[in-house]
Nanobody
């Protein structure tokens, strides 16, 4: 059983940056693909980015490509999402998730979420 805890959310002005962290425990972190998702008020949860277990492969949603960077430190059982050039539309609760693959992530392990609010 893997437990995930997100941190690093907060209030930031448009154009600013935040770095989210996802601390994992209870499993072999490097064995899981890790993903970040977000859910804005009144909208469905959407995919943001994912990274393979080794960190060698990443994939991003078009809406964040070039602005967000996903990474992981397996030695520290921690994943990260560096968010730059934030926009008001990035306001959402951000969740990290871990699963065998991106396709199975909906059924994987999820954190409780961290709020990101971007003021325009």
């Amino acid at each position: 059983q893997v437990q995930l805890v997100e941190s690093g959310g907060g209030l930031v002005q448009a154009g600013g940056s935040l770095r989210l962290s996802c601390a994992a425990s209870g499993g072999t972190f490097s064995g899981y693909t890790m993903g970040w998702f977000r859910q804005a008020p009144g909208k469905e949860r959407e995919f943001v980015a994912a990274i393979s277990g080794s960190g060698g492969r990443t994939v991003y949603a078009d809406s964040v490509k070039g602005r967000f960077t996903i990474s992981r430190a397996n030695s520290e059982n921690t994943g990260y999402l560096q968010m730059n050039s934030l926009k008001h539309d990035d306001t959402a609760v951000y969740y990290c998730a871990a699963a065998s693959t991106i396709a199975t992530m909906a059924l994987g392990y999820w954190g409780q979420g961290t709020q990101v609010t971007v003021s325009s």
